[in-house]
């Protein structure tokens, strides 16, 4: 399949976005708000309690029990790359390369500098997470399942700045066939 190409989904966009609210509404109803980010410090609590318990029990934010074991939020993580990544194979539509054709229409073909930008941007969404305390997935997602008030001016400034954060990004647009 040609570079410029994207095949068919399985899914009508708006069934996709049905089945995923479904979902994310009985996980609510049944385990409570769903996040991402925090399982990262989940991870760093239990691996620094093996090699530094000392430093644990003095911190503020580790010591606590929540930070203290793997759960099923860690699953959860680990579910969602799995399943990213099954879907993606099954669906035709994973593809393993350096750089993306709208990196390389956008930037050129320069694999370093792409490498460099996927990890700052990396650091600073979960940066951005923990000064949150918690990510915009679970607050766009939960917050909308939960029908939170709070989630409407979210959403629109969350789709806002994503906007203005891929037009630069990406200040050309390829030639997309569908």
């Known amino acids: 399949m040609p570079e410029n190409s994207v095949p068919k989904a399985p899914l009508p966009w708006w069934a996709a976005g049905l089945l995923l609210g479904i979902v994310q509404i009985l996980a609510v109803g049944l385990s409570g708000p769903l996040g ?6 989940v991870v760093e609590g239990v ?9 644990v029990e003095q911190h503020t934010l580790l010591q606590s029990e929540k930070y203290q074991k793997i759960g099923y939020g860690f699953w959860l993580d680990v579910g969602i790359v799995l399943g990213a990544f099954l879907a993606a194979v099954l669906a035709g539509r994973w593809r393993p390369r ?3 054709y709208w990196w390389r229409v956008s930037h050129g073909p320069t694999v370093g500098k792409r490498l460099l930008a996927g990890f700052i941007g990396g650091f600073l969404i979960l940066m951005g997470a923990r000064f949150a305390h918690g990510c915009t997935s679970g607050q766009f997602a939960s917050g909308w399942a939960q029908l939170s008030l709070s989630v409407v001016p979210f959403t629109v400034s969350l789709f806002l700045f994503g ?3 891929a ?3 990406y200040p050309r647009t390829p030639n997309i066939d569908a």
């Open 36 to 41: 991402v980010s925090t399982q990262f410090v």
């Open 163 to 165: 906007m203005i954060t």
């Open 47 to 55: 691996a620094l309690n093996k090699v530094a318990p000392s430093y």
């Open 167 to 169: 037009l630069l990004a």
């Open 98 to 100: 350096a750089t993306t």
